[in-house]
């Protein structure tokens, strides 16, 4: 086994999702066959092999540091789940 | 013959003419949606009065003089494109309200060049499969055989063009989801070079690997979408300050001194044989046209997969974290605090494939995991990377099919993740390196499912593709073949 149950239960929990036990049983043998097929990759010596994060070599995209117009807060605040104009608001974080 | 059926060229030709309004082409295709749309199944959302009032504004424009290239055009775009006139749902529960405060660069392009946009397209979830079946709302059909897939994830980009529900469309591409709907619903389809086309409202799916592009019914509307959606944009610092050129000019006939490569490994097991034989007539026709055929290697093919299903999951685990329940989408009011708010709205809002995507992401990223399986992956990318350099050393372009096997029937694939993937390894690898990927119909199956060449090329040399795939188009006989619908 590549991936156990308590492991994809610790990834879900890293990644915010909660599983059900049907959910866990389900991806921790669908993860298994993905990760049991990408260890293919271990056939290959790849010491000393720059990675590629991007394939364009673009440094630094700089421009003026310009005040320019932005998002309006009504706007911005628009699609918030719940909001009171000024702000977002969440459950109570510190009691 | 309707309206509707035109190409987008010859649309523009009678507008121009003054032989038709775009009131009346848009009206066509209106009708032809209320027509057809129950059994295709690609409209999110149609925006019947915005279009046919933008329609009125072309035609006021026209006369004016003030056409744009695309004046009076009726188009429709992926839902996963950012738009201040109607949601973006990106096919997710997740999104299901959400209007975009801005519209996505190439929505604003689209309009200054005088076009109408009728609505928005079905696609997998986040743009995340290869059949369309992970859309939360709808699943689209292929047109050309009832019960079968359109692809994916652009899948109602290419159906609504099949379908003559839209003159040419936009989709997006990160592993081959404009390619291979476009091979599979007999349409022509268009994966610019990474950076050829902003990325600015295109909602992220694998940064890295993202790109939108043009689905259309022949190669000339394909070069006129290009046109006009490339270029720089300072709002997306990975989209490059290069000359766009008139890609139309790429469309000349004969194809003397242009080499095209034949890469074994695309023609391996699995290779379905009447895709085989399609492909391989495609080849002799570009032959006929002046092309010189060189067998060319890339020798990390078989290992793009697994590269692929871990870069794309580890870019989409950090893009999709954003998605908490508080900004926007959705939020389970269920919940006591933070934590739980996040875990459920999250859990309820995802299906099952984003959510799967972003556990193998998250895995892949995690620590003692990150350099065995990320940092490996992008090490390996460098070898695919240099693998087309070297290709593209010994030849201008190569071909080969799309996708393994034309359309299959809906809930065919959708138990086996793995297989599934799998089916996409004709197509990541132009994801991975960067480089520009088209379809372009060849043929059909002996069932009578269109089946897809694909070309691709070096960075920026979308200009020699749309040349063969013009010289290709001349000679396969497949244009103005349409699905036979309602």
């Known amino acids: ?39 293919k990759l271990d056939e290959l010596d790849t010491a000393g092999v720059a990675v590629t994060t991007h394939t364009q070599q673009v440094v630094n995209a700089f421009r003026e540091d310009e005040v320019r117009p932005s998002l309006p807060r009504e706007q911005a605040l628009a699609n918030g789940p719940e909001q009171n104009g000024e702000s977002f608001v969440v459950p109570r974080v510190i009691g | 013959m309707e309206y509707y059926s035109l190409t987008l060229q010859e649309a523009l030709r009678r507008l121009e003419a003054g032989e038709v309004s775009s009131v009346a082409l848009t009206e066509s295709v209106l009708a032809r949606i209320d027509s057809v749309e129950p059994a295709v199944q690609a409209y999110l959302a149609l925006d019947r009065e915005g279009a046919l009032r933008q329609a009125e504004q072309a035609d006021i424009a026209r006369k004016k003089g003030q056409a744009g290239p695309l004046c009076g055009i009726p188009l429709a775009i992926k839902d996963v494109l950012c738009t201040t006139s109607m949601p973006t749902t990106c096919g997710s529960r997740m999104l299901e309200h959400f209007v975009a405060p ?9 309009a200054q060049a005088g076009s109408v946009l009728l609505g928005k397209l079905a696609m997998d979830e986040f743009a995340m499969g290869s059949t369309s079946e992970n859309c939360a709302f709808k699943v689209p059909r292929n047109p050309w055989k009832p019960g079968y897939v359109a692809g994916g994830s652009s899948g109602g980009s290419a159906a609504a063009v099949a379908a003559d529900e839209c003159f040419a469309s936009l989709g997006s591409d ?13 349409t022509v389809g268009m994966k610019p070079t990474y950076g050829r086309v902003s990325r600015y409202g295109l909602v992220a799916f694998a940064s890295s690997l993202d790109q939108i592009g043009p689905l259309t019914k022949d190669v000339r509307d394909c070069a006129l979408m290009m046109n006009v959606i490339c270029g720089h944009d300072p709002l997306d610092s990975t989209s490059l300050d290069r000359t766009v050129p008139d890609y139309t000019e790429a469309l000349q006939d004969g194809l003397k001194g242009i080499r095209i490569g034949i890469p074994r490994e695309y023609f391996g097991q699995g290779l379905d044989p009447e895709v085989d034989a399609a492909v391989r007539q495609g080849m002799a026709m570009l032959k006929d046209a002046g ?5 060319v290697t890339l020798p990390h093919t078989d290992y793009c997969v697994a590269v692929y299903y871990l870069i794309a999951p580890a870019e989409a685990s950090s893009n999709l974290a954003r998605f908490d329940g508080v900004r926007y989408g959705f939020r389970d009011r269920s919940a006591d605090s933070l934590i739980e708010m996040y875990n459920k709205s999250r859990s309820r809002g995802f299906g099952d494939e984003v959510k799967r995507r972003i556990l193998i992401g998250t895995y892949a990223l995690s620590s003692g995991y990150y350099d065995a399986f ?24 190569m071909v080969s099919p799309v996708a393994p096997t034309p359309a299959w029937k809906i809930g065919d694939k959708a138990d086996d993740p793995l297989a599934l993937y799998l089916s996409d390894i004709l197509t990541l690898s132009a994801n991975l390196a960067g480089i520009p990927g088209m379809s372009v119909p060849c043929g059909f199956s002996g069932a009578g499912l269109p089946i897809g060449m694909q070309l691709q090329a070096a960075h920026f040399n979308e200009a020699v593709l749309l040349r063969a795939a013009y010289n290709l188009e001349q000679r396969a006989g497949v244009v ?3 699905p036979v619908l309602a």
């Open chain 1, 1 to 39: 086994m590549k991936i156990t149950r308590d492991e994809v239960r610790h990834v879900a929990n890293l990644a915010r999702l909660d599983l059900s036990e049907a959910e866990v049983d389900r991806m921790t043998g669908q993860l298994d066959a993905i990760l049991t097929y990408v260890a």
């Open chain 2, 102 to 110: 801005y519209d996505a660069t190439v929505v604003t392009r689209l």
């Open chain 2, 174 to 186: 990160t592993g081959g989801s404009i390619r291979q709907p476009a091979s599979l619903c007999g």
């Open chain 2, 291 to 295: 092309a010189e055929l060189v067998e």
């Open chain 2, 374 to 397: 990320y940092k490996k992956a992008s090490q390996v990318r460098t070898l695919i990377k240099e693998d087309f350099a070297r290709a593209f050393a010994a030849c201008d372009l």
């Open chain 2, 480 to 482: 103005g073949k349409k």
